[in-house]
């Protein structure tokens, strides 16, 4: 079974310094690969996927991400922090079962921006 | 688009009652997930759907019901509410099951069992 595993629940970095979260899974098919965001009372919003091809993946704000198999890993970063960039974030991994696909997400890392 | 909408936005039930929680997607999308989100937990799936008229269990289907009669709409009943079942819950959708699509979320619902 697939699984995902977000090291360190809340992250804390100075506003414009380097983000770096940190996501592995395990999977036994090739997987498919999502960070997710969530600002306070909201829903989750797309920041990047991994499919197929390039490995490192561009997604919005600015953020980036890159799969690297023999590490099994999908780290998130961004190279220096901004104050609406607190907010929590996941990471998920999907493949396909049958029918349908789903998603399989990590506990969350809370990202906090200080002055 | 509205894109995927919820409602209720809150709402406390006492311990045995029932409630519907709404979820509503404009985007013609065939595939609807129900997921519940409690702290340090991530998201776990409830139930899904991968059309109108068929429905499936996730990972936590357990004191939950759903239906799927349309393909705009996916609601999930809580028959017996318990305080175990205090959460934010969240419906998705996809335009199809294929691994290389995203899931586009609602805003969550806000349950509160006591």
């Known amino acids: 079974a697939q699984s995902v595993t977000q090291l360190g629940s809340h992250v804390s970095v100075s506003e414009g310094a380097l983000v770096l979260l940190r996501c592995n899974y395990s999977?036994?098919?090739?997987?498919?690969l999502f960070w997710y965001v969530q600002y306070p009372n909201q829903g989750l919003q797309l920041l990047l996927k991994y499919t197929t091809g390039a490995t490192l993946v561009k997604g919005i704000n600015g953020f980036e991400a890159e799969f690297k198999k023999s590490e099994t890993s999908f780290h998130l970063t961004k190279p220096s922090a901004h104050m609406s960039d607190a907010a929590e974030y996941f990471c998920a991994v999907s493949f396909s079962t049958g029918t349908a696909s789903k998603l399989t997400f990590g506990t969350g890392t809370r990202l906090q921006v200080t002055l | 688009n509205a894109g995927v909408t919820q409602t209720p936005k809150f709402r406390i039930l006492k311990i045995g009652q029932s409630m519907t929680l709404q979820c509503a997607q404009d985007m013609n999308h065939n595939y609807m997930y129900w997921y519940r989100q409690d702290p340090g937990m991530g998201l776990k799936l409830i139930y899904y759907?991968?059309?109108?008229?068929?429905?499936d269990k996730g990972e936590v289907p357990n004191g939950y019901n759903v239906s799927r009669s349309t393909t705009e709409d996916f609601p999930l009943r809580l028959e017996l509410a318990a305080p175990s079942q205090t959460s934010v819950y969240f419906c998705a959708s996809s335009p199809r099951g294929t691994f290389s699509y995203e899931q586009y979320f609602g805003p969550g619902t806000r349950l509160t069992v006591t």
């Open positions: 999977s036994s098919v090739p997987p498919y």
């Open positions: 759907s991968v059309g109108a008229g068929i429905t």
